[in-house]
């Protein structure tokens, strides 16, 4: 029971921060999925929650897979997933490089 309560918290949550890094309004989303215009306010607003189907077009919506979507370490799959096709692009030695950067600004 509890897990499910944290899904009723975090559902929400996840939504609101997809649409925000997207730049659309809520009503905007809701109207592009072809729900009413409080669809995704009603699901940001803990009244509901999407059903199966709802989620796979919202992850849809995002250009996501369901799994980025509960990917809890990435706080924008949409982004991930940009970088991944363009890392598929590069060389071993350019793949260094951008190795190299990302240790610099993680510090590791």
């Not at 996501?64 to 990917?71: G, H, K, M």
Request: glycine residues 6%.
């Amino acid at each position: 029971m509890n897990e499910h309560m944290n899904y009723l918290h975090w559902i929400p949550k996840r939504i609101a921060e997809l649409r925000a890094q997207k730049g659309v309004s809520a009503r905007d989303m809701s109207l592009s999925l072809g729900q009413n215009a409080g669809y995704i306010n009603r699901i940001e607003n803990k009244v509901t929650l999407p059903s199966i189907t709802g989620l796979l077009y919202i992850c849809d919506y995002f250009g996501i897979t369901p799994q980025e979507f509960f990917d809890l370490e990435s706080e924008s799959p949409q982004e991930s997933k940009e970088l991944m096709r363009e890392l598929k692009k590069l060389n071993v030695k350019q793949i260094g490089h951008i190795m190299a950067i990302i240790h610099d600004i993680t510090d590791e």
